[in-house]
């Protein structure tokens, strides 16, 4: 880098000498330079010493921390008494935390499936140059403006069994109609899942839409030449043309399922019983109310696994081909 | 250069030139396709707008006209008290102050919180961009990972490390949280700006002599205030809406807007009140809301920045 900065002041010396006088001494800076290696380039060290210890305090020693404490059996305080897996061995042992994963899993499934599928289905048709596009993009995404805990409150009185949707197609007419998603354990988590497509979707159609702009145009034209329908342009040309995007997309999607956290604690608190919990609330749960430090810990390492399975494949597909390229 | 060197096509293409959309005018013709995608958009474009309709006209009634009827008719007969009544007397245990001291103490929590992560951010990646040192990039690949990772693993040693610097429950300590998990984003974003700057600027001032700090003051700062903007809202949207930090870091007089609106909601004393529950939603979304309207197309440029990590 020193090399750099050397050459390019040269370059610019090159450039000033057409325009203007050079100033008395251009290379100060280098010439006045404190000899030590680690007092070299001083400022921006000093710039980039709250991103050196958050990377590495927080980030790195926070993360190292846990995963070793998930090993103790710490219960109001961080003790450091080794038991080995056991923490993990009750973990997996818990009806709560095997409810949780499961509707992480549903949740996490139906989220990606529905708002990748919605989210290009809006994205298709806002980009069919129509008019109004901006107003339509406007209210497509204003709900992911708001806090998980507004969505939440929300969707839980448009559900509210007495006086929400479900009281209301009751009041035209049709009286069997059942839909309480959040009073009905086996459905609840599907009840999450609509508040959560009608935050999220915004988001995916506006990065598929800024995708799809950046298909060329001559793509279309060449396919509407060789008479190729528009619905096969879009599936066997344009969505592999889009990979870049669909895997940043999948990965915004699937690093914020892991977190769901806020919308269950508006809408449901978990509830009924134990019927939509989800992880992030055990940890939460388990560190800061039950008192059980050790569950806590266990319970967010196998978070950071599962995010770990999703993200390293993705990072090394990502790095390992711009290396190439 | 401001929109379309931002940090990827994606970004320039989020946010169409001021010309609008590209190609002829669409046909004026009632054709079955235009009648499709209109009808298509226009259904989806409702069933958007519902939740906010449904929230605006149930803060506007009394409880009898809630009770007897539907939550989708307007209100017969306007009435603000809800608004007030969440504004200023709601409780959440045994304070009945309403949503006011949550409110000031998310202005509290925001407005530094904002200012701090936006100046460590845009100097840290002035100094990725322009001023490299050896290590800087591992730094700052450990930064990124580090977005990725759930907070629920970090949230306990932030406990600690808070404790042990006194920080522990005061509004301080969670604005240093904010500014220490806002970072990852922020840098990237400025960063990558400031290296998508023509070179020779740089070039030219180091030249006149000028320094570290000079340049970063007298240059780069006046040049990019879209990206300060974009920043600005992306974090105010996301500090105003955040629950699990506020939840974890601070005491109940000290709760922001999220935590306190969640704690008037789902209290399970009393009768509930929907119309006041309704209004003290609203209110907490206005902010957010009132910057998404204000800002328009940033916004968008905000979230497809950040959107393409790496």
């Known amino acids: ?325 | 250069m401001s929109t379309a060197t931002l940090a990827s096509p994606v970004a320039a293409a989020a946010a169409p030139g001021p010309g609008g959309p590209q190609g002829p005018k669409p046909q004026r013709r009632f054709s079955r396709r235009n009648l499709f995608v209109y009808g298509t958009l226009s259904v989806v474009a409702v069933y958007y707008l519902l939740p906010l309709y449904v929230m605006v006209v149930t803060s506007l009634k009394g409880m009898p006209e809630i009770r007897m009827g539907n939550i989708f008719s307007p209100p017969m007969e306007i009435t603000f008290e809800p608004w007030v009544k969440a504004w200023a007397t709601a409780c959440t245990g045994l304070n009945c102050d309403g949503l006011s001291r949550g409110f000031w103490n998310s202005v509290r929590i925001t407005v530094p919180s904002v200012v701090l992560s936006i100046a460590i951010a845009s100097v840290n990646g002035y100094a990725l961009a322009n001023w490299r040192f050896k290590g800087a990039e591992t730094f700052f690949a450990i930064l990124i990972v580090g977005a990725f990772i759930p907070y629920q693993v970090m949230l306990y040693p932030i406990v600690i490390i808070l404790r042990e610097i006194g920080l522990y429950g005061s509004l301080t300590g969670l604005v240093l949280v904010h500014s220490i998990f806002g970072m990852p984003i922020l840098t990237l974003l400025f960063r990558n700006y400031f290296a998508s700057m023509p070179e020779e600027l740089f070039k030219a001032a180091r030249v006149d002599g000028a320094g570290f700090w000079g340049i970063y003051f007298r240059i780069m700062l006046p040049m990019s205030l879209p990206i300060f903007v974009v920043a600005v809202i992306i974090q105010i949207t996301g500090i105003w809406n955040d629950f699990l930090f506020g939840v974890v870091y601070t005491r109940p007089d000290t709760y922001p807007m999220t935590v306190q609106l969640n704690n008037i909601v789902n209290s399970v004393q009393g009768v509930k009140e929907y119309n006041v529950n309704m209004a003290a939603t609203l209110i907490t979304g206005l902010v957010p809301l009132a910057v998404y309207f204000v800002s328009g197309k940033l916004f968008v440029r905000g979230i497809a920045a950040g959107a393409v990590k790496g």
């Not at chain 1, 999450?192 to 839409?209: D, F, H, P, S």
Request: proline fraction near 5%; hydrophobic fraction near 50%.
């Open chain 1, 1 to 325: 880098m020193r090399e750099k900065l050397v050459r390019s002041a040269g370059e610019g010396r090159i450039r000033a000498d057409k325009t203007a006088p050079p100033k008395a001494s251009p290379m100060t800076d280098d010439q006045t330079r404190p000899p030590g290696r680690l007092l070299r380039n001083l400022n921006a060290k000093i710039a980039s010493l709250p991103m050196i210890l958050t990377a590495t305090v927080v980030f790195l020693g926070g993360t190292i921390w846990t995963v070793v404490y998930s090993f103790t059996n710490s219960k109001l305080l961080p003790r450091l008494k080794f038991v080995g897996l056991e923490q993990y061995e009750r973990l997996w042992a818990a009806p709560r935390w095997l409810v949780s994963i499961e509707n992480l899993a549903i949740y996490g499934v139906l989220s990606l499936v529905f708002s990748l599928v919605i989210g290009f289905l809006l994205a298709a048709l806002l980009d069919q140059k129509i008019r109004f596009e901006n107003t339509f993009r406007t209210i497509f995404l204003y709900p992911f403006a708001l806090s998980f805990i507004v969505t939440g409150l929300v969707w839980q009185w448009l559900l509210n069994p007495d006086h929400g949707i479900q009281s209301v197609v009751r009041g035209l007419g049709w009286e069997s109609f059942d839909f309480d998603p959040l009073y009905n354990s086996k459905i609840v988590i599907y009840g999450i899942l609509i508040a959560a497509l009608w935050q999220g979707t915004g988001l995916v159609m506006c990065l598929m839409l800024a995708g799809l702009r950046g298909i060329d145009e001559d793509i279309w034209k060449a396919a509407r030449v060789d008479g190729i329908p528009i619905w096969r342009t879009y599936v066997f040309i344009v969505i592999p043309m889009l990979r870049p995007v669909l895997v940043t997309t999948l990965v915004i999607i699937a690093s914020s399922i892991v977190k769901v956290y806020d919308l269950v604690v508006a809408q449901t608190s978990g509830g009924p019983g134990i019927a939509s919990e989800v992880p992030a609330k055990y940890v939460y749960d388990y560190m800061f109310h039950a008192q059980n430090l050790g569950q806590g810990f266990a319970a967010s390492t196998m978070m950071l696994l599962s995010v770990a399975i999703v993200m390293v494949p993705w990072a090394y597909l990502e790095f390992g081909r711009r290396r190439r390229a």
